[in-house]
Structures are given as C-alpha cells and as structure tokens.
C-alpha cells in the first residue's frame, strides 16, 4: 500500500473500473450504471452509488469491495453514500457490460421492448438466446439466479439462461 499524496477523480474512477458485481463478475460497478457520483475534496473521497434494487443484497458487497479497493491504493478518507432517487434503469448500462453480459451467458436488458405472444406468457417481452442469438425463446420464471433476472429458455438450442430484466 502506498499513501497517497495528490488525488484526483479521475484515478477514484479508474480504480472503481476494477470493482465487480458479486453477483455477475464480468461487470463492473461502472459497467452496470450504479455509482452516480465520485467527488474528492483534500484527500477525502465521496462516492454516489444507486442499487439496481432497492433490496440488492448485493449493496453492502460492493460498498465494502469500493472501500477495501481504495484503502488498497492509499486512499484513507472514504465517503459512500446510497441514493434511492432516481431510481436505478436499465439505461445506465454501459454498452459494453451488456456485451459482457451476453457473453457470460446472460441476456442483456432489451430495450426495444419487443413483445411476443408465449405459451407460457401473453405479451411477454422478447429476449434474444445469448447462446445461439434466436428470438424463438420463452419466459419459464419472472425470476431467475437473482431478482433482477427472469428465468427463460430457448426454444431452438433448449438452453436455459437468465435474461437481465429493463427497469
């Protein structure tokens, strides 16, 4: 560990880039939208964050994991503060953490809310197989691994995946 002696917001945000989801560990923290806000003052630094839920159980991993990840650089003063409102979307997503999602083998949140008719559900919302890219999927639970997942199946590969819900 090294002290730090001249810090700028800039390095807090790179250093967050290496922060992950513990519930999805191809993303980070940058790519799912959640930190609002990274303010240093002297050598004190404020960090924003928004959970994708209000619930998240996953919040106090990644306030320890930003904490334990800055103490780890030097930084000694940290500030981090939860914000409600406005609440989380699906929008603040970086494009390329859906491509890491995808690749990971969970579907992206589609934004072009395409809807289809499913055995299973009426007006479901389309979800591309992160697998094989077919349209030709269904929805077997509004839940999945995680409460911000949907449960689906692809009707052609018969994979099952999670689909990242738009909110």
């Known amino acids: 560990m090294h002290a730090v002696t001249d810090i700028s917001t800039r390095q807090v945000w790179d250093l967050l880039e290496e922060v992950t ?5 191809v993303l980070s923290i940058l790519d799912l939208g959640i930190v ?17 839920y209000s619930g998240c159980p996953a919040m106090d991993v990644i306030s320890m994991s930003i904490r334990m990840q800055l103490l780890s650089h030097g ?7 939860m914000v409600l409102s406005p609440a989380w979307t699906t929008d603040w997503m970086t494009e390329a953490g859906k491509q890491k999602l995808k690749a990971y083998g969970i579907a992206p949140p589609n934004h072009s809310q395409q809807v289809c008719k499913t055995e299973l559900f009426a007006d479901a919302e389309a979800v591309q197989c992160p697998h094989c890219d077919s349209w030709n999927t269904r929805r077997l639970s509004e839940f999945g691994s995680t409460a911000c997942k949907s449960l689906f199946q692809c009707n052609d590969c ?10």
């Open 158 to 167: 018969h994979e099952p995946f999670d689909y990242f819900k738009c909110h």
């Open 36 to 52: 609002r806000d990274v303010k240093v003052d002297n050598d004190k630094v404020n960090i924003v964050i928004t959970p994708t």
């Open 21 to 25: 989801d513990p519930e999805v560990p």
């Open 75 to 81: 930084y000694k003063e940290i500030n981090i503060s």
